[in-house]
Nanobody
Framework: QVQLVESGGGLVQAGGSLRLSCAAS???????MGWFRRAPGKEREFVAS????????DYADSVKGRFTISRDNAKNTVYLQMNSLKPEDTAVYSC??????????????WGQGTQVTVSS
């Protein structure tokens, strides 16, 4: 069984930065690792994803140029560096792991999430 545990969330002012971490246990990181978020009253939305070699990344238009996803396979951890944060980035951020070769990815495991709150 794979466990994904996120950390690094918190309260930050608009324009600030946070770095989220997602540590995997029970198995290596998935071929594709993704970050998603769910804001109050809204559906979960895709934020970013990264393939196993770190060379292929994908971002939602709303975070391009501000967020950076990365992974350290040796540490079994994936990161989300979030800069220039906006109040509309407020959400619970969760990571997910996809192990099978589907496109678009089918995520097999999900973390519980970490709260990010951006004040104006």
């Amino acid at each position: 069984q794979v466990q994904l545990v996120e950390s690094g969330g918190g309260l930050v002012q608009a324009g600030g930065s946070l770095r989220l971490s997602c540590a995997a246990s029970g198995r290596t990181l998935g071929n594709i690792m993704g970050w998603f978020r769910r804001a109050p009253g809204k559906e979960r939305e895709f934020v970013a994803s990264i393939r196993w070699n770190g060379g292929n990344t994908d971002y939602a238009d709303s975070v391009k140029g501000r967020f950076t996803i990365s992974r350290d396979n040796a540490k079994n951890t994936v990161y989300l560096q979030m800069n220039s944060l906006k109040p509309e980035d407020t959400a619970v951020y969760s990571c997910a792991a996809a192990y099978r070769a589907y496109y678009p990815p089918k995520y097999d495991y999900w973390g519980q999430g970490t709260q990010v709150t951006v004040s104006s």
